[in-house]
């Protein structure tokens, strides 16, 4: 095992919580403001409940979100743009699963036509008929591309094997379904659901709450619409044979292996980030230790946590060549089954303890990362108590709790694993290690 230099963990202090007023407008917006006046900036963050289901969605879904700016009644492409880089700011647009996001900054005196220009858009985006052909053919070329990328196809492959048929099975829209969008398919999809309520609209910067309140109110005061049904729950997840997805002659195998994970609010959620961190979760890692730095096999072998509203997932990720398919996820199990077996060091347990309580404060030390920080824990329906009681709860997770949500989290019996990369080779490889699912 290669040794790691830990400075020793000092005692974290307590920290100093924003202010944060929140309020609902009456139809159904909810508002966040919090004033920072260190820089004469105000960032902005809009979520739009978006969960919907069926290839036809998700990919009006896109067309939508990459063409919110491309016109209204006072402006088109060109006009809106410059009418935001006159206000010092910008405006961008994305969409998931879960959300339809605007994010957006401008300096803090012109925050009421920032969310002028705002309210142009999401009251009445015209979606010009060029416009969206434009952007519509440009997804489809870039969605292809992407569909083709070895890393793309393990991802869309193991979600596919995780959520079934639920919306989360879909990540990058088919573009044949998107070659089939229209003008007039984003309209109507703009009207249903670009709606303000269940909507949250987070401001940080230097802007006073009261002044806040009335530019949001007299901006947006006016949008209306019915709040869109969630997401559904999530299937459970039931592990099996492996899943090899061919692709005769590739040089390497893109190794994923999924599973559930407890959500941001469960009791056991603080224990669950410090076992994925040890396991696979930074650089500092088992898994780096054992399959990149000792073995070689792989240059950036990681697990992360996802969170989606209607539940999350643990990911397992490793990119080897071909030939040492079987030695690379023996190793893969073998650090899963020892984690989830044997309690991690105490000094493994500390080492990823201040890097948790770390990243987090550094997530939201700008007024940036605030933004974003606060927007995604609303939408969790968390407040901003989470950034000082999830340090706490993580300072308080002891050996066993690690190990107990290890156990949980990583026993190999309960993961799913999806191979991508030339099936021969690999059945070869990894047949008398597992059951192969049929092709």
């Known amino acids: 095992m290669t040794s790691v230099f830990v400075p020793e963990v000092r005692p974290s202090a307590p920290a100093r919580l924003p202010s944060v007023t929140d309020r609902t ?92 220009i705002m309210a142009e858009v999401l009251l009445g985006a015209t979606y010009p008929d060029d416009e969206v052909a434009g952007e519509r053919e440009r997804i489809v070329e870039d969605t292809a591309v992407a569909r083709s990328q070895p890393a793309v196809i393990a991802r869309e492959a193991l979600l596919a094997r995780i959520f079934g048929d639920h919306p989360y099975a879909t990540g990058i829209p088919d573009p044949a379904v998107v070659a089939a969008v229209r003008a007039d398919d984003v309209r ?29 109110t007299s901006a947006l005061g006016g949008w209306a619409g019915e709040l869109s049904a969630p997401a559904p729950p999530l299937p459970v997840i039931e592990p099996g044979p492996i899943l090899i997805v061919d692709r005769p002659g590739a040089v390497q195998t893109n190794i994923r292996l999924g599973g559930a994970a407890l959500p941001r609010s469960a009791p056991g959620a603080p224990a669950q980030r410090l076992a994925n961190t040890i396991f696979g979760g930074y650089f500092s890692s088992r898994l780096v230790d054992n399959i990149r730095e000792d073995k070689g096999y792989t240059y950036s072998p990681r697990s992360s946590i996802d969170h989606y509203l209607a539940g ?53 030390a700008t007024a940036s990362g605030l933004a974003s920080t606060l927007s995604a824990l609303a939408g969790a329906d968390l407040g901003v108590e989470y950034l000082r009681d999830h340090p706490r709860a993580l300072a308080e997770v002891t050996l066993e709790d690690l190990q107990a949500a290890a156990a949980d989290l990583l026993a190999p019996t309960r993961l799913v694993t999806v191979l991508v990369g030339d099936r021969e080779r690999i059945t070869r490889a990894v047949g008398d290690l597992a059951p192969i699912a049929p092709a």
């Open 312 to 364: 999350s997932r643990l990911t397992i990720a490793a990119d080897v060549a071909t030939e040492v398919t079987g030695p690379a996820l023996l190793e893969l199990w073998y650090e899963l089954g020892r984690i989830a077996l044997l309690a991690p060091s105490q000094r493994e347990l500390d080492a990823a303890r201040q890097y948790a309580v770390g990243t987090l404060a550094l997530g939201s």
């Open 188 to 216: 109507s999809l703009h009207a249903r659901r670009v709606v303000p309520a269940g909507a949250i609209l987070t401001l940080v910067g230097d802007i006073a709450a009261e002044r806040a309140f009335a530019a949001v």
């Open 25 to 116: 407008l009456s139809n159904g917006l909810r508002v966040l403001v919090v004033e920072r006046t260190s820089v004469p900036l105000v960032e902005v963050r809009l979520r739009v409940p978006f969960a919907g289901t069926g290839a036809q969605f998700h990919a009006g879904a896109e067309v939508l979100a990459e063409t919110l700016f491309t016109g209204s009644a006072r402006h088109d492409r060109t006009g809106l743009a410059i009418e935001v880089q006159s206000l010092g700011g910008a405006l961008s647009t994305g969409v998931d699963n879960d959300r339809l996001a605007v994010v957006g900054s401008a300096l803090a005196s012109n925050l009421e036509p920032l969310l002028q």
